[in-house]
T-cell receptor
Framework: SQQGEEDPQALSIQEGENATMNCSYK?????LQWYRQNSGRGLVHLIL?????REKHSGRLRVTLDTSKKSSSLLITASRAADTASYFC???????????FGAGTQVVVTP | SQTIHQWPATLVQPVGSPLSLECTVE??????LYWYRQAAGRGLQLLFY??????ISSEVPQNLSASRPQDRQFILSSKKLLLSDSGFYLC??????????FGSGTRLTVV
């Protein structure tokens, strides 16, 4: 079963704009991770935020985590055409490192 | 540095034929390894995970099996493929602090 649910399912923006996507989950977690997938490729790890962290930055990425609401957001600032991809949140909720993925947000950035 | 190799990249197999997908990891020892399947336009479904040689846990009852004959080798198999086995199969290993590293995936089409 899928733990995370991303919103929106699809997002279309122009270069230079910010892209925000949200993730909600159902159970307590150890950490939450965001991944990017270009069409037909494997997933690439973007950022990991632990359950005791509220915000994390990596380059143009900003992730927030609200464990009381069981939700997270990923913000991509100053988007580029190369950011066109699907973005997935994944939750790590047990001691085996198993990740539960959401269905993803498909982001299209037009020049 | 750690790398993960997965092959083949694409595979077209007839119904009822056997399957063997291989995944190998370099640059790390005793990794946790995972097989996921992704249906078109969907998130990832965890199929199997392994925390050591010969230790396989199945998440979903299905027509597939997994084996780990060596520390850094993880194999996904089927004796007789079904149409419903079609999908994008991804192997991954878990880093301790930085999430998963995924292989490039195998696109399996059962005809």
């Amino acid at each position: 079963s899928q733990q995370g649910e991303e919103d929106p399912q699809a997002l279309s923006i122009q270069e230079g704009e910010n892209a925000t996507m949200n993730c909600s989950y159902k159970t307590s977690i150890n950490n939450l991770q965001w991944y990017r997938q270009n069409s037909g490729r494997g997933l690439v790890h973007l950022i990991l935020i632990r359950s005791n962290e509220r915000e994390k930055h990596s380059g143009r990425l900003r992730v927030t985590l609200d464990t009381s609401k069981k939700s997270s957001s990923l913000l991509i600032t100053a988007s580029r055409a190369a950011d066109t991809a699907s973005y997935f949140c994944a939750t790590d909720a047990d001691s085996w490192g198993k990740l539960q993925f959401g269905a993803g947000t498909q982001v299209v950035v037009t020049p | 540095s750690q790398t993960i190799h997965q092959w083949p990249a694409t595979l077209v197999q007839p119904v009822g034929s056997p399957l063997s997908l291989e995944c190998t990891v370099e640059g790390t020892s005793n990794p946790n390894l995972y097989w996921y399947r992704q249906a078109a336009g969907r998130g990832l479904q965890l199929l199997f995970y392994s925390v050591g040689i010969g230790q396989i846990s199945s998440e979903v009852p299905q027509n597939l099996s997994a084996s780990r004959p060596q520390d850094r080798q993880f194999i996904l198999s089927s004796k007789k493929l079904l149409l419903s086995d079609s999908g994008f199969y991804l192997c991954a290993w878990a880093g301790v602090f930085y999430g998963y590293t995924f292989g490039s995936g195998t696109r399996l089409t059962v005809v």
